[in-house]
Antibody, heavy 122, light 108 residues
Framework: EVQLVESGGGLVQPGGSLRLSCGAS????????MNWVRQAPGKGLEWISS????????YYADSVRGRLTISRDNAQNSHFLQMHNLRDEDTAVYYC???????????????WGPGTLVTVSS | EIVLTQSPGTLSLSPGETATLSCRAS???????LAWYQQKPGQAPRLLIS???TRATGIPDRFSGSGSGTDFTLTINRLEPEDFAMYYC?????????FGQGTKLEIK
């Protein structure tokens, strides 16, 4: 069974930093690109970043580029989101999501973690 | 960046009726890489449809997707009580993705 579990969320002050982790099991992690999607309270879904299986292709949404860094460790079956200079508007549930196809196949996200809440507030 | 606009914002229907949800893109969606998700309160999204019209594994055939280019539709026939939820469309590519703002399907 595919499982994704996010961790690392919490309360952080504006301007602060936080590192989220997503642990994966039940599939060959190194075969898949991975993504982060966030959802502000009462709002819709926002894709924010993706990383391919070899970390050679990384993409960010314009709203977070320059403040967030995605990375992965295939040996640990995990990927990460380092967030810097956090703003109030970064408050959201952060989901990790896996596409349905391996390697370079273009596909939507068929597996999601339960999410971790990041609250940016003084 | 492709902007997706969903309509209506809220759709009020009764069980047994048919729901028609729309997703319009600001430019043509390449290869019809358009997906639909269902999300219930406190839960992660669930993939329903990919490539505009292909149902994901385990999705009932009451759910169907159609469209191409810039105009896409999710149709839910014979609404069941468990179908009342938020629905999002998503365009996806090799270099990123965007979601629509969502349609809330509520019980009338």
């Amino acid at each position: 069974e595919v499982q994704l579990v996010e961790s690392g969320g919490g309360l952080v002050q504006p301007g602060g930093s936080l590192r989220l982790s997503c642990g994966a099991s039940g599939f060959i992690f190194s075969y898949y690109s991975m993504n982060w999607v966030r959802q502000a309270p009462g709002k819709g879904l926002e894709w924010i970043s993706s990383i391919n299986s070899k970390s050679s292709a990384i993409y960010y949404a314009d709203s977070v580029r320059g403040r967030l860094t995605i990375s992965r460790d295939n040996a640990q079956n995990s990927h990460f989101l380092q967030m810097h200079n956090l703003r109030d508007e970064d408050t959201a549930v952060y989901y990790c999501a896996r596409p349905s196809l391996t390697f370079g196949g273009v596909s939507p996200f068929d597996s999601w973690g339960p999410g971790t809440l990041v609250t940016v507030s003084s | 960046e492709i902007v997706l606009t969903q309509s209506p914002g809220t759709l009020s229907l009764s069980p047994g009726e048919t729901a028609t949800l729309s997703c319009r893109a600001s430019q043509s969606v390449g290869s019809n890489y358009l997906a639909w998700y269902q999300q219930k309160p406190g839960q992660a999204p669930r993939l329903l449809i990919s490539i505009a019209s292909t149902r994901a594994t385990g999705i009932p055939d009451r759910f169907s997707g159609s469209g191409s280019g810039t105009d896409f539709t999710l149709t839910i026939n014979r609404l069941e009580p468990e179908d009342f939820a938020m629905y999002y469309c998503q365009q996806y590519s090799s270099s990123g993705s965007t979601f629509g703002q969502g349609t809330k399907l509520e019980i009338k």
